[in-house]
Structures are given as structure tokens and as C-alpha cells.
């Protein structure tokens, strides 16, 4: 007698997605996860790139607002006078020579008092605060301590003080120089340097703080003196920490204005780039050559904002491979 086994049909199989294309599911939970962040990409968009795009446009338009009925497009003649024009290739230089001083020295001095920090002394904590704070004050109210409480000529506080010394040595006349008016790029140059070396130190004290233990004791072990630690240990470990304290010290020393409007006004040969879109917009009422200074300045800033960020990511790579 025979059997037979009756053989139940397979089901057929869902399609298979397409390559390339996810489940509408995972489209929908991946869209759920980001609506929260659409409301502040769009918020970003209007408040920073609808005006850049505006400024790039209004940028090759020769655009004087007391002669508005002789508006008329220009195409690159603005970014040409910039580069061309004496007095803005002047501001270049001045923004970049600026530049250049105040991040130099506001990092040897920041390394400087890093490396004071990084010892261990009574008060510690009380002198890190002091050498903090300013770079907690507004950038006008320090532009404004500068000018009038120590470089105004009559009762600023480096006059006084060499009244005090001519005093205590015997001299009767003591030169009273005009700080902002026979050195006008350095004045403002010392006030942002005050003002911008805290930065430095606390990005290079971080540094400091993360070297390993065990190869300091190590060389010390070895008999390595504290020049040798410092040229051959502490120096290479603080590469990274040393660029990022220069990217992001230019990337916001090239847009200051504070320093320059309330010091010297841009006189004397201290106007900077930001300074003269300033005068270009609002006092010469140059709409399109000013929008191509601001354009040129938001183009050197992300230049050195890229920079600035490879090393921050390339900083982070370095953690997490030594963690």
C-alpha cells in the first residue's frame, strides 16, 4: 500500500528593497529623529546664509545709497578695488599684521602662564582665576579700560606710573607720551593681547594637563632635566594644542572691531578689514564695495576655520586612540 505526503505550498517571499534604498520604515524613524533639528537648521539659514547671499549679490553691484537711480551691476570690480585700492590693500595689511602680533604673542604668553599653572603652589586656584578674567570682560568695556584708564595721558595709569618711578629716582620732568596717538597699532595691539592670552593659556594648560604620567617619570628617571622634558616631551605633545590656539586666535582677532573703533577710530593708520566695511558702509554709503570686503574677510575666516577645525577633529582622533 502506498503513502503519499501531500506537500504544502511555500509562501511567497515580501519583494526585496531595491539596493540603495532603505525600508520606508527606517526613512520615517530616521525623519523623526532630525525633525527637532529642523526648526533651528532653518532658523541658521535665515539669520546666516539668507544675509551672505544677499551681501554676495549686493557685492557686484556698484551701490552708492545717496545715488540709488544709479545703481548698476559691476560684476568683479568691487573684489578688484579691493585688492587695488591703496587704502583698503592697506587695511589688509594692517588686519594681517595685527593679526599676526596678537596671536604670536598672546601665545608665547599663554604658554608662558600654562606652564606656571600646570605646578602646584599655594593660591593656585586664586592666580588661574585672576589670569582668566580677562577674557570674561566685554571686548568694548576692555577697549574702553584701555583708553581711559591706562593710556589716557592725564591720569592713565602708565603715566602715573612713570610720574611715580621719575619721583622715586630723582627725576623731575618725566616724558608723558601720547599712547594711542605715537603708537597706535601697538595700543591696540596690547589690549587685545591682554585680553586674548587667557585663551591661549587654558587651551595650552589642557594640553598640559593630558601628557602621560608614566613617560614624564620616565625621562625623569632617565635623567632628563627640565629643558630636555620640556624641548623633547612637553613641545611635541603640545603641536596640536599650540595650532588650535592659533586657528582659533586668527579666526576671531581678524574680525575684531571693538578695539580698533574705540582706541584710535581706525586713525593713524589701524584700521583693519572690519573696521573699513564699517567706514565703506556706513560713512562713505558704498553698499557694493563694502559687501565685497565682508565677503573677502568671511572668506579668509573659513580658510582658517577649516584648518582650525582638522585639528580639533584630528585632536579628538588622538584621545580616542590613546583611550
Known amino acids: 500500500m502506498t503513502t503519499t505526503t501531500a506537500v504544502r505550498p511555500t509562501p511567497p517571499r515580501p519583494p526585496a528593497a531595491a539596493p540603495g534604498k532603505r525600508p520606508t520604515g527606517s526613512r520615517a524613524r530616521a525623519w523623526a529623529t532630525r525633525a527637532p533639528l529642523l526648526p533651528a537648521l532653518v532658523f541658521l539659514i535665515v ?24 545703481r548698476h551691476f559691476t560684476g568683479f570690480a568691487n573684489y578688484g578695488s579691493v585688492f587695488t585700492d591703496p587704502a583698503l590693500r592697506e587695511s589688509v595689511l594692517t588686519t594681517v599684521l595685527l593679526t599676526a602680533t596678537v596671536v604670536i604673542v598672546s601665545v608665547v604668553l599663554g ?128 603641536r596640536r594644542y599650540l595650532e588650535l590656539g592659533v586657528l582659533l586666535g586668527s579666526v576671531y582677532i581678524v574680525q575684531n572691531f571693538d578695539a580698533v573703533f574705540t582706541i584710535t577710530a581706525g586713525g593713524l593708520g589701524t584700521a583693519n578689514l572690519p573696521y573699513t566695511v564699517y567706514e565703506t558702509f556706513y560713512r562713505a554709503h558704498e553698499y557694493g564695495l563694502a559687501s565685497a570686503v565682508g565677503v573677502v574677510v568671511v572668506i579668509g575666516t573659513v580658510i582658517i576655520a577649516t584648518f582650525a577645525l582638522r585639528v580639533v577633529s584630528s585632536l579628538f582622533r588622538e584621545e580616542a586612540s590613546r583611550a
Do not use: C
Request: aromatic share 16%; net charge negative.
Open 47 to 70: 539669520v546666516t546664509q539668507l544675509p551672505f547671499v544677499a551681501t554676495l549679490v549686493i557685492s557686484f553691484f556698484d551701490w552708492n545709497s545717496l545715488k540709488p537711480d544709479q
Open 111 to 238: 604658554l608662558l602662564f600654562a606652564l606656571l599653572l600646570d605646578r602646584a603652589f599655594f593660591g593656585r586656584g586664586f592666580v588661574r582665576t585672576l589670569l582668566i578674567t580677562p577674557f570674561l570682560i566685554v571686548p568694548i568695556s576692555a577697549a574702553l579700560l584701555w583708553k581711559h584708564a591706562l593710556y589716557n595721558p592725564e591720569y592713565g595709569l602708565f603715566n602715573g606710573a612713570l610720574t611715580w618711578f621719575g619721583n622715586l629716582f630723582g627725576i623731575e620732568s618725566v616724558a608723558q607720551p601720547e599712547w594711542t596717538s605715537e603708537m597706535p597699532l601697538m595700543a591696540v595691539a596690547a589690549a587685545l593681547v591682554w585680553q586674548w592670552t587667557p585663551f591661549m593659556m587654558l587651551i595650552l594648560l589642557a594640553g598640559l594637563q593630558s601628557r602621560p604620567a608614566e613617560t614624564l617619570e620616565a625621562a625623569r628617571l632617565d635623567g632628563a632635566g627640565p629643558w630636555q622634558m620640556f624641548r623633547f616631551l612637553t613641545l611635541p605633545h603640545l
